[in-house]
């Protein structure tokens, strides 16, 4: 059996590369939709989304995961020079346990809906190393996280210039019972 969701879902990869063009208004505006559309425990909508395009901003931020990783210097390994990274935060005091979960579904539809329009993403936990660092409250004031919400997850958003071949899943994955 096959459809369009299903075949998105196969066909998504995270994409570690990207074109410098900016996202136009309409994908972002697409891709945000897309987000607060996905389900949350109970409706709350535990979320925030702060949509990062300044490329100082982002290269710093960069700069100082590359420096608590000991990495090179100067190379984003952290966005792969995606134009546009959507920090998602969420209360501190989360309105369900499962908050942290709502907001990888709303990253996981974000990734769906670039896939669907052309466009590239990799989700991304690693942004939580500088939000834990000294500079993390630096970053939720430029990111303009709201008073009382802390970093969950992000996604990097773009054309992509390079991809991938799925990978391999597992065996032994799936019980039935």
């Known amino acids: 059996m096959t459809n369009a969701v299903l075949q998105a879902i196969a066909d998504r990869r995270s994409n570690r590369g990207y074109a410098p063009r900016q996202l136009t208004e309409e994908e972002l505006g697409a891709i945000l939709t897309a987000a607060v559309q996905a389900p949350s425990a109970r409706n709350t909508q535990p979320w925030h989304f702060s949509v990062v395009q300044n490329a100082a901003l982002l290269k710093e931020f960069s700069d100082d995961y590359n420096a608590l990783q000991k990495a090179d210097p100067g190379r984003d390994i952290l966005f792969f020079e995606a134009p546009t990274v959507v920090f998602i935060s969420t209360p501190i005091e989360a309105p369900t346990k499962f908050s942290q979960i709502d907001c990888g579904i709303a990253a996981q539809n974000m990734a769906l ?41 992000a996604v990097a958003l773009g054309e992509p210039t390079l991809t991938k071949e799925a990978h391999v899943v597992r065996e032994g994955l799936v019980t039935r019972v």
């Open 113 to 153: 809906a670039a896939h669907s329009i052309g466009l590239g993403s990799v989700i991304l936990g690693r942004p939580m190393d500088v939000f834990k660092s000294a500079k993390g409250p630096h970053y939720e004031q430029a990111f303009g996280f709201p008073e009382g919400y802390t970093f969950a997850i």
